[in-house]
């Protein structure tokens, strides 16, 4: 029950102080007066990974490596299934954004690239150093595009980040904040979900594919499942994408260079195949403008469900 309850803990610690550190860090750059293009293509996508890249450093400084993967793997799984699948029920999801084809192609070429390096069963610091890299590149590519009146469209960070602080001190406290905050729910998170994982007999692994990494998906979840309650015509394919992207190359990439992180068999042989799977799902929606109706959004939760009952 303890365990229960510290895993719980953690998950609600990140999740708010991962909220209060992108609204303190949007704050500060209006202030500063950075480019609002420059705030949401790195502030608020760095900001929304920090749950997933807290938890991957501390599950690797644990020495529990099947978490810091399982959460990125589990994770870019659910955002397809769960975060695309749940505000289905609620509102069609429309699956064309303008420009995302490049990016549909970067997410994939990532996916293979570390599968490929995942078969080999571990990822080095060269392997980290190389996932970086893309991401430094997609993000360079990103800003260079939209700032020459190319076809990439940057959505709007307010749409994400509603109530940014104006007060200096408030600012100040909700930076600080989120920066304690984060690795104390990291840590309650690993310890609780490590717990688990022995009392159940379950594999480090398996508890991040499936608590954790739907733990440190729920600010995607909450944030689509709140857009289609108020009937938002909201860009969910383009921020699966990209959290799908920041996930390969800025949390694993990014641990990964600070500590080489061994993978387990079941994902090289299972579970970065049902990631491939799904993200030529999402490709097969953007490209033939299939919408998300209430059946296929039931459908994804169902085949979710499954793919979670399979892991244990």
Known sequence: MLSILTLIAGLVVLVFAGDYLVRGAVALAEKLSIDPLIIGLTIVAFG??????????????????????????????????????????????????????????????????????????????????TLLTMIVLYLGWQIRTARSGGAVEVHDYHEDVPEVPQE??????????????????????????????????????AIGLTIVAIGTSLPELVTSVMAAWRKSAAVAIGNVVGSNIFN?????????????????????????????????????????????????????????????????
């Open 48 to 129: 929304t990974s920090a749950p997933e890249l807290f938890v991957s450093l501390q599950a690797a400084f644990d020495g529990v490596s099947g978490i810091a993967i399982g959460n990125v793997v589990g994770s870019n799984i659910a955002n397809v299934l769960l975060v695309l699948g749940a505000p289905a029920l609620l509102m069609t999801i429309n699956c064309r954004e303008e420009g995302i084809g490049k990016s549909l192609a970067v997410m994939i070429g990532m996916t293979l690239v570390l599968m490929a390096m995942m078969a080999f069963g571990g990822l080095s610091r060269l392997d980290g150093a």
């Open 168 to 205: 200096t001190w408030k600012t100040a406290i909700f930076i600080i904040g989120g920066l304690i905050g984060l690795p104390i729910g990291a840590s309650l998170t690993v310890e609780g979900a490590s717990h688990i994982a022995r009392l159940l007999g379950a594999s480090e692994t």
């Open 248 to 312: 390969m190359g800025l949390i694993l990439g990014g641990t990964a260079v600070i500590l080489p992180l061994d993978v387990d068999s079941r994902v090289i042989h299972i579970d970065m195949w049902v990631m491939l799977a799904v993200s030529l799902l999402v490709v097969a929606l953007a490209h033939w403008n299939v919408p998300i109706k209430k059946l296929g959004g039931a459908a994804m939760l169902a085949v979710f469900g499954a793919y979670i009952l399979s892991v244990f």
